[in-house]
């Protein structure tokens, strides 16, 4: 709907740039879009230069979302703006300038959009109690199993940890509620 409103393509990526919504039939030359449609997230070699040009902090500092228009890709400008549950940025919206040019109204109509998502995302108990950092969604996507494959993990590890990652280990336990005894291990 924010595509239809906007008259440009639009994604949403969360705090580690996976790719949770995208307008769809929409023919885009934009290498960022083009991996986010493909990969479902985000590389980290693209979005460095978001952070390495202060445009999360300028983005995360504004009321508004901002227009990006420093050419970082196929000169695409966009609009970017964030999504935010009890005061922590959890997501991203982008606009594309592609189908048409950017109204003045654009950036305020995106500034809504982000706000009705955020509330949508509200009611969904899995954002309740994120603090926003990025690693903390690839956590929750491996614990119910909604990474695809090894290599879509690895690569998201790979653009979230600075350090080498070979002993990471996510692990699941089920307590039950009514347990009377505690449990003992043998070793």
Not at 39 to 56: C, I, M, P, R, T
Not at 149 to 154: G, P, S, Y
């Amino acid at each position: 709907m924010g595509s239809e409103i906007l008259g440009n393509p639009v994604f949403v990526v969360d705090a580690s740039a996976k790719l949770l919504a995208s307008s769809t039939n929409t023919n885009v030359d934009d290498t960022i879009w083009d991996v986010l449609t493909t990969l479902g997230y985000g590389l980290d070699k693209y979005f460095a230069s978001y952070v390495n040009k202060g445009f999360v902090k300028e983005i995360t500092e504004n009321q508004l979302p901002v227009i990006i228009d420093s050419g970082l890709v196929n000169n695409l400008r966009r609009i970017v703006g964030k999504i935010v549950i009890n005061d922590k940025t959890i997501a991203y919206i982008g606009v594309l300038e592609n189908n048409q040019k950017f109204k003045d109204e654009d950036v305020y109509l995106t500034g809504l959009l982000c706000d009705v998502i955020s509330s949508e995302m509200q009611k969904n108990k899995l954002y309740e109690n994120l603090s926003g950092v990025m690693h903390e969604f690839l956590i929750t996507d491996l614990l119910n199993d909604r990474i695809g494959n090894f290599k879509i993990a690895e690569e998201r590890a790979k653009s979230l940890f600075s350090e080498p990652y070979k002993n990471f280990l996510v692990a699941a336990v089920n307590i039950p509620q009514n347990m009377q005894a505690p449990i003992r291990l043998n070793t």
